[in-house]
């Protein structure tokens, strides 16, 4: 380390981490980097052009902060909490004091001043530098990218962007140490400063939104250095965002090494999405050895004729049109391809990726049509959302077909030729030898048959108004449009309001209640009969996927019907006690159904993840059938599903960066052969600190919910709780005795700072309907959660694990105005009761269901302009919709209610329930068991739950 | 050449079909982790085995108690007991869905097996020599 320092530096050894730690005298910052630059005092730093070596980097340069404003956000973040408190807890008093205002914060005045240091840094620092060294692109890059959709996309008042702003601020600061142009490993520096304690803080609930730790890869890496050059979280994000160079660091550290992707992801440009790019012109550039496509981070050799892989170092021909326009017949300039500067494209696959001429889309609709779908009204609710969104089913190019399929004790079939205005009925009842009565127009083109179709729609709910047929022979049902459609592929929407008991796949009502709160409940959590995965098995092979919506009242055995969505790649929807009378009811389901026949399809597709040498995808969790060790079949590409594949080492890594790279091949429904690439670089580590620094705590809970659940089917759901709170204590004691090298007891519980939400999410994920301990949770209810818990995308999964949690009768003045990204939330409270109010009105939501909570010393006139009733007494609790009033208050709540519902992608729409504090037990209970800080029957609270970890951390 | 020399025999020539059929199982796993088959048909494939296979080895077993063979009625009637529970528990065929989170498992199960059939050939091909001698001396 004999080398010349730069002006302004000095190097100092430091005896703990064997390491020498420099420092720039000015500000006093200190990074393990060998500083590359003159010390440049502050001030003059955001004002100054950037750094020469920053000038080309994508990321490094734009993670660079003026270091006295990172002291100073290092000092303030611990106080933070303090802030918080000191803002919120003064409402109290108040409150009780000018009660019939009820209404606003005291926020306001006091917040801004608490936080203006931290917003002044984040934003002047960002500002400087977006404005030097990208003029051209203000916002984009992906640091300020995420954030903007994170925190802007999902606009939380003033006060808490300015907190998460902060907390970028920090974290991104933290990271790179303010190195300029170094694009190093700089994360020990965050680890060294940002070890935060757990044990007595109330965890900060607004971290969650926060982005993922950034992937350090050196900017020599990527041959664009495009701003583009990893993907949106959204897409795909890792567990660790630096790999570990042995598996046997890996099992050292504890931690787990998983992807969690969803790369059909919707594009909802009201976040700011960028639509995905593609690629027009057929050229698509591959390795000869190993398949992956070229992508941002291969490198150009041999003056720029060959280039080469950076999954297994081949090198291979750039393909000539790289710099030939052939339509335009002139040079075209390479660097400006989209694959070389977007993580995410789409290739347009030419005709040797496809086996058959693209598919039309098909849907097959497999109404149950006995009695109690019928009376439930959902007969009648389905026919109508088919009905009204028939043109919004995909049919580019009309040649979109359906198939309509009633079932009860027996078939009905509906013929629909094209031309005719009155359709058909045809009745099978032979169940055991499913055979079609017709061989045409029972699978009936869309356009053609439209007027037959839609007087069907019309008339289906009377055709079967005087049904008395109890029993549903799903089964053979689902054989016969399997039947109808296999010979195509498509999909399957089965919609079902009672538990099949006939033909094929028959099922018994088998929920022992002695069962629940057992070992043996786990058994009720797994298919009772094993039709319904040898069925999946066909029609996967088919390309068919199967959509499941369920109804039922009493038991419908989701565990066992939920297996055909598992493999096929399908969604299973359920609707406990559905009944269509009540209009909340009837539009959740019309919504999300409406959504479902909306989306634009996948058809026919494969997924494949393709990584450096060195790297084997281990274990896939999600919905799909895995047909060969590193294939993933979808027969159908649902929008937003996230899948979870765990990875193993096999090999040392020798490289500074790793590639990961997912393709997946599908038709679109417009007839369109399409591979959409999703590539990501990152850096590889040997010590164990920075795999701590790079964690990312919302990856890693996706991951521990899929573990949970696998476990709970195959173990017992004591097993599944474990497998999280193990993983989590097995992470802190190896962080303690490894990178803070404390050993022995210790009264504190150590945790990196971007960790530090990981041990809240995992007291979520335990306390979760799905897992969590008791005998009173019906196993339908389970096992769709366990559904969930599996398919929802990491942003919905969060607060899927752990609620939303707002305060409304005090929110502040802005809260549920338009401000700059859309209607402003009020800031999120922790999910305890301690927060609840008597004279309270609070919004828990947890991207499934919303609660309205009323306190039962509301005052008349909060009653009366919330919910347009005399008072609180007259309010019953249950499913409700808000009245829409003349008044500010009634329109501030709506306008959070709505933002609510449409926060996240999915198809989802959130019921909202009122929930009276002193009334309807069984309703206030579930409302209550949200709030995980608690404790509740049988289970620690949140602070009890780290006492338990700290148990297994020092034992 | 009496009733034992022809039972043991009839063992060796069971034990070296027992045997090739989990070379051919354990040819099918390495297969599925190359990629030279699909899980689908190999669960398909396998699972026309499975039963035969089980019978197979209990009918040796009742043939070792029936003619009181008791060390090798022994030697055999754990794994009897092991199969007879893996179809009471309804586990015993392959399932195309699980088959890659299972296949070292089932790799592991197709080795021990093979090598408990190597032991039993050699051991049933010994008690076989012994008895051809003692029915000639």
Redesign the interface.
Known sequence: MGEQLPAGWEARWDQQNQAYIYTEQSTGQQQWEVPTQPSFPSQDQSSAPPPPAAAPSGKAGRRQYPTAQLQSMYTAQPGSFEYQNQGQQPQQPQHQQQQPAYGDASLSSAAPSFFTPGMAGGDAGAGAQGGAAYPQQPMQQPQGGQFQQYGGGAPVDQMSNQFNQMNMAGGAGGYTGGAPGAGGFEQKQLHAINTINLIGMQPDVRGLEAPPPPYLIPQSASVTQSPYNQPDPSYQRCTLTTMPATQSLLNKSKLPLALVMAPYRSVREADGDMPVPVVEDNVIARCRRCRAYINPFVTFIEGGNRWKCCLCGLSNEVPQLFDWDQAEGKPADRWARKELNHSVVEFIAPTEYMVRPPQPPVYAFVIDVSQAAVQSGMVATAAQTILENLGNLPNADNRTKVAFIGVSTSLHFFSLPPGATEASMLVVSDLTDVFLPKPVDLLVNLTESRTAIESFLARLPEMFSDSFTVGNALGSALQAAHQLIGKIGGKIIALTASLPTLGEGALKARDDPKLLGTSKESSLLTSASSFY?SF??ECS?AQVAVDMFLFSATYTDVASLSCLPR?TAGQTYLYPGFNASRPEDAIKFGTEFGKVLSQPLGLEAVIRVRASRGIRMS??HGNF?????D?LALPVVPLDQSYVIELQLEDDLKGPVVVLQTAILHTTCYGERRIRVITQAMPVTDTVGELYGSADQVAIATYLANKAVEKSMNGSLDDARNVVTNALSSMLSVYKNQVTSSAGASAQLAIPDNLKLLPLLACGLVKHVGLREGASIPPDLRSYAQCLLTTLPSQSLISYIHPRFYSLHNMPPDAGTIGEHGVILPPTLNLTSERLERHGLFLIEDSQNIFLWVGHEAVPRLVQDVFDLPSYADLVGGKFTLPVLDNPFNQRVNAIVAKTRELRRGVYRPHLYVVKSDAEPALRSWALSLLIEDRMDGMGSYAQYLTTVKGKVNG | MGGEGWLFLFSVLMAAVLLFTMVFFIIMFSDLECDYINPIDLCNKLNQFVLPEMIAHAFLTLCFLLSGQWLAFLLNAPLVGYNVNKIMSKNHMYDATEIFRTLSGHKKESFIKLGFYLVSFFYYLYRMILALISGTS
């Open positions: 995965k999946a098995i092979k493999y274990a896939f059938f895995i047909r060969s060790t294939l």
